[in-house]
């Protein structure tokens, strides 16, 4: 399902685009990562369809967008993207090699349910109201003030080199790769 | 501070007057745009008279039908002669952006190396084949008598086009057009140097990108100078530090002040 939402911003200087701009910049995950991975890429990817598909919290969510637009108003934030296909391994790869540079992330800074403990889950679930987002380090106080009381986690920063890294819960490497590969996967589906 | 007025021309396939009135009415710029329909122009010619800067837009006049801006130019030629040559005598400005400049050329109007109303020069079909939507960097050359680029070096701007080679008619009238630096701007590369494809975007010869009269008052240009007035029209305007104001504003004003000095 795709939703197109169209809108008029009272100022379009305050845009915020999904490609990350600078090296150095600080890489959030806002909301919760759930095993929810029914019907996500992921397990179509090995044949499977799963039976917990992701629930909307509109309480909580509203609460969590609030706090977001409010810190792209006062223009802390320098990158955004929703986690949709492909969950937050997808966003977060689409973010790099959009902006041709490369980030890490640590899955162990990433807010989850308690008993959520697969890398491969927490990478590839596909749970709703989710955003990656990246700040400046300039701004970081501010926005961990904005979203204090949040499900807000501090997972990596952009890097000055094409590689795209992710550490594992157990504090290992699960994922080093490189820009040019990831967007050649990425790109695949429409290479006829 | 007394506001030159412009007529942007509009209708039957004209689509860029809104953006092209909204560049000379910036408070930077200072001009007073009305948009006008080619239909009540050739209704009351002599409203033309009260205007001291006349624009053809760009767009698709007549579905680029013979040939992009042929029917304009003819319609222009055959139904506004005698007031469009009035204007060109009281020493006014008379503009055209990507199709306002294939009409221009068409009518003979530019480059005019020659006199006025002989067509010297033609805007064929890309060499690419293709429409070309991009980019280009501009190198203005410093011996053009248009005031419309003075005190420019370098301009960043979109082109938009299916016929946008710029070829004159025989090498006479390139010599010619050298001869008087009826040559306003040429494509360069992104350093400066001489454009090859796609930074000449349509084989024009001699990377000819904008072109005046022996006048300078008179000027045509591919690339759309109303597409850049604003920070947020750069197509990397979220990623680089970039002045509020776009390049093109610059000869919006040029032309603005131009009139504002000459003609008021």
């Known amino acids: 399902m795709l939703f197109s939402v169209v809108a008029r911003l009272p100022d379009v200087r305050r845009a915020v685009t999904m490609d990350v701009k600078r090296p150095g910049d600080v890489v959030f995950v806002l909301g919760e990562t759930k095993a929810e991975l029914g019907a996500s890429e992921y397990y179509a990817m090995h044949g499977a369809i799963g039976n917990r598909v992701p629930q909307v919290d509109a309480r909580r969510a509203r609460r969590l967008y609030e706090a977001l637009a409010a810190a792209t108003q006062r223009g802390l934030v320098s990158a955004c993207h929703d986690c949709s296909d492909g969950g937050l391994g997808v966003a977060a790869a689409e973010m790099a090699f959009a902006g041709g540079l490369g980030m890490t992330l640590d899955l162990r800074a990433l807010p989850r349910e308690p008993d959520l403990d697969r890398d491969d889950f927490l990478l590839y679930s596909e749970s709703a109201s989710r955003f990656v987002v990246t700040v400046p380090v300039a701004n970081v106080e501010a926005f961990r003030r904005l979203m204090r009381g949040l499900p807000v986690g501090e997972v990596g920063h952009v890097l000055a080199t094409p590689d795209f890294v992710v550490i594992g819960l157990h504090g290992r490497e699960v994922v080093r790769s490189h820009l040019a590969e990831l967007k050649a996967a990425w790109q695949r589906p429409l290479r006829w | ?264």
């Open chain 2, 1 to 264: 501070m007394v506001r030159p007025r412009v007529l942007v021309l509009s209708g039957y396939g004209i689509n860029c007057e809104q953006e092209t009135a909204h560049a000379f009415n910036l408070p930077s710029v200072g001009g007073e745009a009305t948009v006008v329909h080619l239909g009540d122009l050739l209704a009351r010619p002599e409203q033309l008279d009260r205007f001291h800067i006349l624009v053809l837009p760009g767009g698709f006049s007549f579905g680029d039908h013979i040939a992009a801006g042929a029917v304009l130019a003819t319609k222009l030629r055959y139904r506004l002669e005698q007031p469009l040559s009035r204007f060109l005598r009281d020493g006014k400005l008379v503009i055209g952006i990507c199709n306002g400049f294939q009409v221009l050329v068409r009518l003979g109007l530019l480059p005019a190396s020659g006199g006025l109303w002989q067509q010297e020069a033609t805007l064929a079909p890309n060499d690419s084949g293709r429409f070309e939507d991009r980019w280009v960097y501009l190198r203005i050359e410093p011996a053009c008598p248009s005031p419309l680029v003075e005190g420019i070096e370098r301009l960043y701007l979109p082109v938009r086009h299916g016929e946008g080679k710029f070829v004159p008619r025989d090498a006479a009238v390139l010599q010619a057009m050298q001869r008087q630096h009826l040559v306003a701007a040429r494509y360069c590369a992104p350093d400066g140097g001489p454009a090859s494809y796609p930074w000449n975007p349509n084989g024009s010869v001699d990377d000819i990108a904008a072109v005046c009269d022996p006048s300078g008052r008179v000027f045509g240009l591919m690339p759309h100078p109303e597409a850049y007035v604003h920070r947020t029209q750069h197509p990397r305007w979220t990623r680089e530090c970039l002045p509020e104001e776009g390049m093109g504003v610059r000869l919006f004003r040029n032309a603005v002040t131009f009139a504002r000095t000459h003609l008021l």
